[in-house]
């Protein structure tokens, strides 16, 4: 493993209109790391991601990619990057125009890196490695159950055979046995193609599974980070009561404040 | 001073939907020239914006022609002019009849559905998602479509409308209205000059050019889940159905103003 980290925040501070959304985040993820941010819903753990990936551009602050700035890339820089990036997102985000293969051979046709009959190939391996049968290729993505979806999502996550991949809340509207599936999914995934993993959740259970670091923000700074062994016995006070899921505690609900 | 602050607001509000439009607007036909180019989507586009629209087209053009001719035979009896209803009806039709309803009618059905699509790809992070895939949305949605409606409306939508409204005209003042048809023909065929059919043509191409942006600028930057969506339909619709007749007032100042 080398030193510099794969993904590198310093500073970052996003703010809508008034509304201070990232205050100053500071996160290094190391190659081949998974990690996962928690914390509470409105903490700011979508619009970090949406930064990382460009989607939304910081008011200030460094994000850093293998070393390399990003903050200020455009064009082809931009598309450059955006090539070691898989995102599975919270919806899945399937294209419904679509059917599964296409949604999932989307970024190579896209690219024009392999004909029609070829990118179908690969969508039905990359479908079987999520465990889905072929035949589900020609279904569009309306006829799939949720599970299916995330999981054709993950699938189109990791066509392009990215560096990075994110997850935004992939256990999140699954029951318990389907959040557990993807979790080994992911886990299988993430190890088997050697990426860095970066997750935001606060589903617990999918932390304790998938985590090889955790870092608890809070309106919109890192207040703790730590391997997942040490989760537990933390000793701050914030993640304690996140982890246990108490509604008294250092963190107040926007609800009882008002 | 109240109501100095309202009307700053207003004029503030204003200036910087112009610009964001603008911007947006620039930003499209900017990638409407360079490439890569999504040959796919263009067709799927041509097909749904122009093919399937002329059904609707033809007949709203059909009974507008037969209406005119009506109106026409009726006016025009009142001083011994009916004789002139050949040419007057060729002259309605193919400047303004034929484009602006042509207009108005794939303002309501094709900008409607661009902005109830994009708007649903924008909530459900879909275009996000395109984003992460190394896909520009502007490439990839926004410029098929402008390009397909601009294209459609003069070279399919309005040929079909100018046409089949002087034979509603045709068909009622042979049928009914006791007129002989080849001088009929004669009428319409010596009256109509090649600007008016220029014009008309000017026309379609703007009429479409406005009817997909305003579909996709709307579409593009809904927010707020399906209330959002439902918001920039209509806006969408109203904005396009404005702009046309706008523009058309323009476009024939400029063509017949002397």
């Known amino acids: ?258 | 001073m109240n109501f100095l602050a309202v009307i700053g607001r207003v004029v503030f509000s204003f200036l910087q939907a112009a610009g964001r439009l603008g911007i947006f607007a620039s930003t499209a036909v900017s990638h409407m020239f360079t490439p890569p180019f999504y040959f796919r989507s263009l067709l799927k586009q041509m097909m749904t914006i122009g093919y399937y629209s002329l059904p609707v087209v033809g007949l709203t053009s059909l009974f507008t022609g037969a209406a005119l001719a009506l109106n026409i035979f009726e006016g025009g009896s009142r001083f011994n002019a009916e004789s002139a209803l050949p040419s007057i009806v060729v002259i309605g039709i193919v400047r303004e009849l034929g484009p602006v309803l042509c207009g108005l009618i794939v303002a309501g059905r094709v900008s409607a559905s661009m902005a109830a699509e994009l708007g649903t790809m924008r909530v459900t992070e879909q275009i996000d998602a395109m984003v992460t895939l190394s896909t520009d949305p502007f490439k990839y949605l926004i410029a098929p479509r402008i390009i397909a409606t601009t294209l459609m409306m003069p070279f399919m939508l309005v040929v079909v409308a100018d046409s089949v409204g002087v034979m509603g005209g045709y068909l009622i003042a042979t049928g009914k209205l006791g007129f002989n048809s080849g001088n009929y023909m004669t009428l319409t065929m010596d009256f109509l000059e090649a600007m008016d059919v220029y014009a008309s043509l000017t026309k379609a191409a703007v009429f479409g050019f406005f009817i997909s942006l305003m579909g996709c600028y709307h579409g593009f930057y809904s927010r707020g889940g399906a209330q959002g969506v439902g918001v920039s339909t209509t806006n969408a619709v109203v904005s396009a159905c404005m702009l046309i007749l706008l523009t058309n007032y323009m476009v024939t100042e400029i063509f017949f103003a002397s």
């Open chain 1, 1 to 258: 493993m080398t030193d510099t980290p794969k993904i590198s925040l310093k500073g970052l501070h996003k703010q809508f209109g008034p509304k201070v959304v990232l205050d100053s985040v500071d996160l290094d993820v190391m190659p081949g790391e998974s990690m996962v941010i928690i914390g509470g819903s409105g903490s700011g753990k979508s619009v970090t991601l949406k930064c990382i990936l460009g989607l939304l551009h910081p008011e200030s602050g460094s994000i850093k990619v293998d070393g390399e700035e990003t903050v200020s890339l455009r064009g082809r820089d931009r598309k450059r990057l955006q090539r070691k990036f898989g995102m599975l997102f919270q919806g899945a985000a399937l294209f419904d125009s679509l059917p599964v293969w296409e949604n999932i051979a989307f970024g190579l046709l896209a690219e024009r890196k392999v004909n029609r009959a070829d990118a179908k190939e690969i969508a039905i391996e990359n479908l079987r490695s999520v465990g889905l049968s072929p035949d589900v290729a020609l279904l569009s993505p309306a006829e799939l159950s949720g599970g299916m979806q995330k999981r054709v999502g993950l699938a189109r996550a990791i066509a392009n055979k990215p560096e990075i991949i994110f997850f935004d809340e992939p256990t999140t509207g699954l029951d318990p046995i389907m959040a557990d599936v993807i979790n080994e999914l992911i886990i299988e995934r993430v190890k088997e193609m050697g990426v860095t993993a970066l997750t935001i959740t606060h589903d617990m259970s999918s932390v304790r599974k998938i985590a090889d670091k955790v870092a608890m923000i809070y309106h919109g700074n890192i207040i703790w980070t730590g391997p997942r062994s040490d989760i537990d016995n933390s000793g701050n006070p914030y993640v304690e009561q996140f982890i246990h899921g108490k509604a008294e505690g250092p963190i107040q609900m926007e609800v009882l404040k008002a």
